[in-house]
Nanobody, 123 residues
Framework: QVQLVESGGGLVQPGGSLTLSCAASEKIYYIKTMAWYRQAPGQERKLVATMSDGGNTNYADSVKGRFTISGDSAKNTVALQMNSLKLEDTAVYYC?????????????????WGQGTQVTVSS
């Protein structure tokens, strides 16, 4: 079974930077989107950034201009560069890969999740 393995989380001071990385344990075909989500204590999991198979990116308003998502669908890797970190960025961050394909009318899709990596912003 394919697993997404994340790394790069940790403790950082406000204004600092971290880079999260995520890699699939096996090849994933027909990737449509790669994304990062985060979940703060007591809150729902929320979308942080996405990248489409065409390379288009979108960000949550709260991270625009500070975070950058990058990915390589051929290598099945996705990263999140986080700059100017704030206290409110503290959360568990999850990588996400969505694959989609079809054969005739039959659609094959699957969503993969990482196990999560803790990011703590604190002085």
């Amino acid at each position: 079974q394919v697993q997404l393995v994340e790394s790069g989380g940790g403790l950082v001071q406000p204004g600092g930077s971290l880079t999260l990385s995520c890699a699939a344990s096996e090849k994933i075909y027909y990737i449509k989107t790669m994304a990062w989500y985060r979940q703060a204590p007591g809150q729902e999991r929320k979308l942080v950034a996405t990248m489409s198979d065409g390379g288009n990116t979108n960000y949550a308003d709260s991270v625009k201009g500070r975070f950058t998502i990058s990915g390589d669908s051929a290598k099945n890797t996705v990263a999140l560069q986080m700059n100017s970190l704030k206290l409110e960025d503290t959360a568990v961050y999850y990588c996400n890969i969505y694959s989609w394909s079809h054969k005739g009318w039959q659609v094959y899709d699957r969503t993969y999740w990482g196990q999560g990596t803790q990011v703590t912003v604190s002085s």
